[in-house]
């Protein structure tokens, strides 16, 4: 089993930014792959960003987030990152911090971003 603990979230102006971070614990030498996903209100859940155990750190970002958002990892999976730069209003939603074992799905319990003036 691995737990998921979120932090970071809260109120930017458009244009700034933010970092959201994940720490993972328990089982965390199981873990695939790392990402964040986001779901804005009456909206389906979306990726924004996966980050893998192999290749160096294979990474994979929504065309909505390319250039603007960077996630990275420690090594060992158990902390994973999201960089948020040149925020938008439309980047106002809940994100979550999710974790592949290739047995089971992990979800954080999610944190706030609000991007308003």
């Known amino acids: 089993q691995v737990q998921l603990v979120e932090s970071g979230g809260g109120l930017v102006q458009p244009g700034g930014s933010l970092t959201l971070s994940c720490a993972a614990s328990?089982?965390?030498?199981?873990?695939?792959?790392m990402g964040w996903y986001r779901q804005a209100p009456g909206k389906q859940r979306e990726l924004v960003a996966t980050?893998?155990?192999?290749?160096?750190?294979?990474?994979n970002y929504a065309d909505s987030v390319k250039g603007r958002f960077t996630i990275s990892r420690d090594n060992a999976m158990s902390m994973v990152y999201l960089q948020m730069n040149s925020l938008k209003p439309e980047d106002t939603a809940v994100y979550y911090c999710?974790?592949?074992?290739?047995?089971?799905?992990?979800w954080g319990q999610g944190t706030q971003v609000t991007v308003s003036s």
């Open positions: 328990g089982s965390i030498f199981s873990i695939y792959a």
């Open positions: 999710n974790v592949d074992t290739r047995e089971e799905m992990v």
């Open positions: 980050i893998r155990r192999g290749g160096g750190g294979i990474t």
